[in-house]
Nanobody, 124 residues
Framework: QVQLVESGGGLVQTGGSLRLSCAIS????????MGWFRQAPGKEREFVAA????????YYSDSVKGRFIISRNNAKNAVYLQMSSLSPEDTAVYYC?????????????????WGRGTQVTVST
């Protein structure tokens, strides 16, 4: 059974940066496209970023493009989300996700495996 565990969330001021990490176990990491999603209070879970198995292709939502960078290290079974220029609108629980489908599919479809999430709060 694939298990995903996020870390790195916390409280940051507007304009600050955070780096989220996600470790995967129970599966062959290189076989999974990986992604990040987020859910703010009272809102639906939304796509943030995705990265292909080989890390050649990345995808971002318009709201984070140019500010967030997704990356992965297949040797460490880990995926990362470097977040910069954070604003209060980025406040949410951030979820790591994995799927055997392509990364591009994550842009429009919910993936099959999820972590429990890590809280990111951006203060004014």
């Amino acid at each position: 059974q694939v298990q995903l565990v996020e870390s790195g969330g916390g409280l940051v001021q507007t304009g600050g940066s955070l780096r989220l990490s996600c470790a995967i176990s129970g599966g062959t990491f290189s076989l999974y496209a990986m992604g990040w999603f987020r859910q703010a209070p009272g809102k639906e879970r939304e796509f943030v970023a995705a990265i292909s198995r080989s890390a050649i292709s990345t995808y971002y939502s318009d709201s984070v493009k140019g500010r967030f960078i997704i990356s992965r290290n297949n040797a460490k079974n880990a995926v990362y989300l470097q977040m910069s220029s954070l604003s209060p609108e980025d406040t949410a629980v951030y979820y790591c996700a994995a799927d055997r489908a392509t990364a591009q599919v994550m842009v429009t479809q919910m993936p099959g495996y999820w972590g429990r999430g890590t809280q990111v709060t951006v203060s004014t």
